[in-house]
């Protein structure tokens, strides 16, 4: 994880395995999990939005790496107590919208900065929470939420 400075790094050797001829893909699937500490980092909240980049990325025993992937991560805490929903021990008022993806121009082709206008109406509105209307938004719609 990094946020300019890498502030856990963790490197896991797997054994290589085994071909099967004619097996299912299903078959291949390996699933490993590395765990670990990071020590106060900074906490995600929907005015601060303290985003990680993770990177995982697989390099062969020559030490060529043959895939790598990156996504955006954040840390909180979400629980309620006494009736009262909190996120990092600090109680919170849900204030939400549903969210057509619709474009008043051009229909259901919606434009990035479309996007973009429309977060930022919601963000000046000082809406918290997004209800997205039936299907799964374009994924730069998620990403301009985080900021």
């Known amino acids: 994880l990094i946020r300019g400075d890498t502030v856990f790094s963790q490197s896991v050797a797997i054994p290589p395995k085994k071909c099967i001829p004619n097996c299912e893909a299903s078959a291949d ?16 909240s929907a005015e601060i939005p303290n985003l990680y980049t993770l990177t995982l990325s697989i390099v062969d025993h020559d030490g060529t790496c043959r895939q790598s992937e990156a996504c955006r991560v954040g840390f909180r805490t979400v629980d309620i107590s006494s009736g009262t929903l909190r996120v990092n021990r600090r109680k919170i008022t849900i204030c939400g919208v549903n969210h057509h993806e619709h474009d008043p ?6 434009s990035f900065d479309s996007m973009r206008r429309d977060v930022e109406l919601l963000k000046q509105n000082n809406f918290n929470a997004v209800r997205l209307s039936h299907y799964p938004h374009a994924s730069s719609f998620y990403d301009l939420c985080d900021y």
Not at 29 to 44: A, C, D, H, K, S
Not at 105 to 110: A, L, M, P
């Open 29 to 44: 699937i390996q699933e490993y999990r590395l765990e670990g500490n990071i020590t106060n980092p900074r906490l995600w």
């Open 105 to 110: 121009d051009n229909g259901k082709v919606v």
